[in-house]
């Protein structure tokens, strides 16, 4: 059973230009989530998405970031007109959410962004 | 959801038990511990999760004292591959998002 899977795992943009970080949940897996790694800090939460539906993106910045589960296809993290401050890891994770006691994510190698 | 306290650093011989303490006071009646963890530059990895009675999977052991205000996340023969920051997170049933917290950093040495 294959993991998360994360591409780019590096992608590297110059300021203004558009990046598109995509994300593939494990099979079976319905609940995708997107975190922000800046260098040396913690995590952030930023989206939750289950298919066609995002459930909390307080965590998103309210400009310039997008994010989407489409019913066919891996979940896309956009972000436009991106700036240096946008340089970090971002890691997707994925859970089943069958139970309420299985929010166990799991979560891919990342996507490391650099904005020159 | 609950807010955890976590030593900053450890250390731990190798081959030696590792008991990463965590403090949850603020814990409610519906509310499970997580564990994860996060080697260097990769994502984190899941570890273990419970609700009030300990647990035991291929990785690990949680203890959950019994009034829940804290645990204990136990590696019981610790490598160096185990060195990694290690997150204790509380999440209510039902819920969803995960705060990451700063968690402790484990160094394990030869």
């Known amino acids: 059973n294959a993991g998360v899977m994360q591409n780019p795992r590096h992608l590297v943009r110059r300021r203004g230009q558009e990046a598109r970080l995509r994300c593939s949940p494990m099979?079976?897996?319905?609940?995708v989530y997107w975190y922000r790694q800046l260098p040396e800090e913690g995590l952030k939460f930023m989206v939750y998405?289950?298919?066609?539906?995002?459930?909390?993106e307080s965590g998103m910045p309210k400009e310039r970031f997008s994010a989407e589960f489409p019913k066919e296809g891996p979940s896309i993290l956009r972000i436009q007109q991106v700036v240096r401050g946008d340089s970090a890891a971002y890691f997707c994770?994925?859970?089943?959410?069958?139970?309420?006691?299985?929010?166990?994510?799991?979560f891919g190698p990342g996507t490391r962004l650099t904005v020159t | 959801d609950a807010k955890t306290t976590q030593p900053p650093s450890m250390d731990c011989a190798e081959g030696r038990a590792a008991n990463l303490p965590c403090n949850h006071s603020?814990?409610?009646?519906?509310?499970?511990v997580y564990w994860y963890r996060q080697i260097h530059s990769q994502g984190p990895q899941y570890i273990i999760h419970?609700?009030?009675n300990n647990e035991t999977n291929e990785m690990a052991s949680l203890i959950i004292t019994e009034d829940r205000k804290s645990s204990t996340l136990i590696l019981p023969h610790a490598t160096l591959r185990d060195t990694a920051v290690y997150y204790c997170?509380?999440?209510?049933?039902?819920?969803?998002?995960?705060?990451f917290g700063a968690g402790t950093r484990l160094f394990v040495k030869a």
């Open positions: 994770a994925s859970s089943p959410g069958r139970a309420l006691s299985s929010y166990e994510q799991y």
């Open positions: 099979k079976g897996h319905s609940h």
């Open positions: 998405l289950q298919k066609e539906n995002i459930i909390d």
């Open positions: 603020t814990i409610s009646g519906n509310e499970y």
């Open positions: 419970g609700l009030k």
């Open positions: 997170i509380v999440i209510n049933a039902g819920g969803f998002k995960t705060i």
